[in-house]
């Protein structure tokens, strides 16, 4: 509209000068010709070179000069009608070119936004499934591992390989059961189904309990440090327990059997630091991070203990979800071949208000 309304202004101002630059130059050129003409004859001059001379500066040279300027001015106005159709034209163009543009960026928002959608659901039906196998495999695995126990108390009687054989099958029934549970738990908490129940939790009753069960039956050297008036922590009590004895099993898992592991607790302003260290083969700090991430080992092959690279990145989204973190550091003793690894975890303590 305003672009409308300047464009006929300046079209009716076109119009008003190509009319003024005759009729104005033409109007003086009378009027100077008629005065000259009146007031020499008033006066009985006669139309002598006086006359002539001033006719020529009056009545043609200075309409001719308001001619020019006039033509002049209408030259700056064309050109100025010009470069406002321009920028017109230019604005135009860049209107549709931006419409286009978001036209076809909604396209691909759209399409983008199914694409999500159908990768959300693929992702539901790969935890359904998994979620379903695992839970499947379970009530079998229980009868194997009950079976297995029980023929592994009256084995007495059988030869020496035989009973070998079959506390192998133990072992390797806890292990494959301890998987299925692992997975069964990932898929559970990454689907906002495992029930996390958080209060106040005693941290030294619960470190004991875990190293009785991990560490204690292998016989491991271990050496204790609690900070004296330790606060309990915020956190569900099965689930932390469940983190602690994972790092407790991979510190007893890769470190040699005769060697001390080491058990901390302590406070850090407003969380407790609980650390597990050993004097094993540590992890390269370039791995550090990975091994936090689903599947990720490092130390693989033949000759490494056996393991799924599943236990640290369950224990990273299980404190996570207690408002912990957790974390790394290695090496940590000043031994070539043993350099060891610490994991800690940070917990929140529990605070009068939240109990
Ligand atoms: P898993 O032990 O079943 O392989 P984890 O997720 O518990 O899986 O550990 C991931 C990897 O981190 C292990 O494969 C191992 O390479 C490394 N790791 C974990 N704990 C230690 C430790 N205390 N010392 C050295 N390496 C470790």
């Known amino acids: 509209m305003k672009i409308n309304l300047f464009s006929w202004l300046n079209k009716s101002r076109a119009l008003d000068l190509n009319a003024l630059q005759w009729a104005l130059p033409l109007f003086l050129s009378v009027t100077a010709i008629l005065f000259e003409l009146a007031e020499h004859l008033q006066e009985g001059e006669s139309l002598d070179l006086g006359f002539d001379a001033e006719v020529i500066i009056f009545g043609f040279m200075g309409p001719l000069i308001i001619a ?3 033509a002049w001015m209408r030259e700056i106005m064309s050109a100025e009608r010009k470069t406002a159709a321009q920028v017109h034209a230019l604005n135009r163009e860049l209107e549709n070119k ?5 036209a076809a960026l909604e396209q691909r928002n759209i399409e983008l936004d199914r694409a999500n959608r159908e990768l959300q659901q693929l992702d539901e039906m790969k935890s359904e499934f998994v979620s379903l196998v695992s839970h499947e495999l379970r009530a079998p695995l229980t009868n194997l591992n009950g079976g297995l126990e029980l023929a592994l108390q009256h084995a007495d009687t059988l030869p020496a390989f035989a009973r070998r054989t079959l ?10 059961t301890q998987l299925v549970q ?3 738990d990932i898929s559970r908490l990454e689907a906002g189904k ?4 958080l209060g106040p939790v005693a941290l030294r009753p619960l470190m004991e309990h875990a190293a009785e069960v991990v560490l204690i039956p292998k016989n491991r050297a271990i050496e204790w440090k609690f900070t004296a008036d330790l606060p309990p922590v915020w956190a569900d009590e099965i689930h932390l327990e469940e983190i602690v004895r994972n790092l407790m099993r991979n510190a007893e898992k890769y470190s040699p059997p005769a060697s001390t592991i080491y058990l901390c607790a302590c406070q850090e302003g407003d969380h407790v630091r609980i650390s597990v ?3 094993g083969m540590g992890i390269p700090k370039e791995s550090q991070q990975y091994i936090f991430e689903r599947f990720g080992r490092v130390h693989s ?3 490494a203990p056996p393991g799924w690279g599943l236990g640290l990145y369950f224990a990273r989204k299980l404190i996570q979800a207690q408002n912990g973190s957790i974390g790394v550091n290695s090496p940590i003793w000043e031994d070539a071949k043993s350099p060891g690894a610490e994991f800690f975890l940070l917990i929140p303590v529990a605070t009068f208000s939240e109990e």
Do not use: F, Y
């Open 194 to 197: 495992l029930d996390i129940n």
């Open 68 to 70: 020019i300027i006039i």
């Open 182 to 184: 692992t997975i069964l």
């Open 277 to 279: 260290k050993d004097r």
């Open 301 to 303: 092959g033949e000759s």
């Open 167 to 176: 506390e192998t099958m133990v072992g390797e029934s806890n292990r494959l």
């Open 98 to 102: 931006v419409a286009e543009r978001t």
